[in-house]
C-alpha cells in the first residue's frame, strides 16, 4: 500500500489544486457541480482533469456526452482522454458501464489501480467527482490524496442537511479543507443553507436553483454551458476565487 501511495503522489505532483465534490446524501447534483466546473474552468483557459470515481453510478461521462467504449491510449501509464478541454478519467473505464456489485476491497483497489496508472501531467485543476455519503471512495480519497479539499453539495431539505452535519464532523476531524458549501435545487428563497453555514462556521458558497432546461441539455456540453445552471456556477466560481487566495491566484 505504501509503495503505491507513493507513486500516486508521484502522478498528482504537477497538479496545482485538486478539488473533491462530495455530498452527504445523494441524487443532491454532485456530478452536475463536477461536469459543470471542470466544463467553465476549461474554458477559461485552465488546465482541468475531471475523475469519475462513483463507482455504483459514474456519471459525469453521460452529462459531458462522452461514450467510454474503448480503453484510454496506454504508454506508461494511462492517457487522459481529452475532451471539451477536459483531461478525463472515469471508473467506467473499469467497470465498462455495467451493473456490480463491489465490496470495499474491490472499491480501494480500483482507486488505488486508478490514481496510481492515470498520468494527469501538469494541472492546474483537478475535479473529483465523489458518491455520496462516507464511503470507502472518499476515505481512500483522503488517505491517498491528503491534500485535496473538498465543496459539499446539498439541497435545502432539512434530511440532506443532516448528513451534511455528519459529513462535516468527518471531514474536521481528518482536517481536510472544506472550500465551501453550494446550495444546488433551491426553489424558495429560505435560509435554510445559509443559517446552517453560519451555525457550523463554513462558507456557503452560493445558490443554484432549480433548472428545467437542465434534462434536454444533458450530453450536450455546448448546450449545458448556456443554460441558468452554469451561470449560476460561473458565480459560485467567483467566490470560490474569493474564498482562497491560493485558489485565487491560477486563475487571473
Ligand atoms: N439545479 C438543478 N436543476 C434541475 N435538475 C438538477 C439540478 N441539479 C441536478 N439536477 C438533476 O438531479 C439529478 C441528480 O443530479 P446528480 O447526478 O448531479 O446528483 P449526484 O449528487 O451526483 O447524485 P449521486 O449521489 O447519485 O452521485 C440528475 O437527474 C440531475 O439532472
Ligand atoms: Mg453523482
Given at each position: 500500500m505504501e509503495?503505491?501511495?507513493?507513486?500516486?503522489?508521484?502522478r498528482v505532483e504537477h497538479i496545482q489544486h485538486i478539488i473533491c465534490i462530495a455530498s452527504g446524501k445523494g441524487g443532491v447534483g454532485k456530478s452536475m457541480v463536477a461536469s459543470h466546473l471542470a466544463l467553465l474552468l476549461s474554458k477559461k483557459g485552465q488546465k482541468v482533469g475531471l475523475l469519475d470515481l462513483d463507482l455504483y453510478g459514474p456519471s459525469t461521462h453521460v452529462i459531458l456526452g462522452i461514450k467510454p467504449d474503448s480503453f484510454p491510449e496506454e504508454h506508461h501509464g494511462i492517457?487522459?482522454?481529452?475532451?471539451?478541454?477536459?483531461?478525463?478519467?472515469?471508473?467506467?473505464?473499469?467497470?465498462?458501464?455495467?451493473p456490480g456489485a463491489f465490496r470495499g476491497e474491490d472499491?480501494?483497489?480500483?482507486?488505488?489501480?486508478?490514481?496510481?496508472?492515470?498520468?494527469?501531467?501538469?494541472?492546474d485543476y483537478l475535479i473529483i467527482d465523489l458518491p455520496p455519503g462516507i464511503g470507502d471512495?472518499?476515505?481512500?480519497?483522503?488517505?491517498?490524496?491528503?491534500?485535496?479539499?473538498?465543496?459539499?453539495?446539498?439541497?435545502?431539505?432539512?434530511?440532506?442537511?443532516?448528513?451534511?452535519?455528519?459529513l462535516l464532523r468527518i471531514l474536521k476531524e481528518v482536517e481536510v479543507t472544506l472550500l465551501g458549501v453550494i446550495e444546488n435545487m433551491s426553489h424558495k428563497k429560505d435560509h435554510m443553507v445559509t443559517d446552517f453555514c453560519t451555525r457550523e462556521a463554513v462558507e456557503y458558497l452560493g445558490r443554484i436553483e432549480f433548472d428545467d432546461s437542465l434534462e434536454?441539455?444533458?450530453?450536450?456540453?455546448?448546450?449545458?454551458?448556456?443554460?441558468?445552471?452554469?451561470?449560476?456556477?460561473?458565480?459560485?466560481?467567483?467566490k470560490l476565487v474569493f474564498s482562497s487566495l491560493k485558489?485565487?491566484?491560477d486563475q487571473t
Open positions: 509503495a503505491r501511495t507513493s507513486v500516486i503522489q508521484k492517457i487522459p482522454p481529452v475532451v471539451q478541454g477536459i483531461n478525463f478519467m472515469s471508473v467506467v473505464y473499469f467497470t465498462r458501464d455495467k472499491i480501494s483497489n480500483i482507486i488505488l489501480e486508478l490514481l496510481a496508472i492515470t498520468q494527469w501531467g501538469e494541472l471512495e472518499i476515505l481512500d480519497v483522503i488517505h491517498l490524496l491528503p491534500q485535496s479539499r473538498f465543496i459539499v453539495v446539498t439541497t435545502p431539505s432539512k434530511v440532506a442537511l443532516r448528513a451534511v452535519e455528519k434536454d441539455a444533458i450530453g450536450l456540453p455546448d448546450k449545458l454551458q448556456k443554460i441558468p445552471l452554469h451561470e449560476s456556477m460561473k458565480k459560485i466560481n467567483e485558489y485565487h491566484k
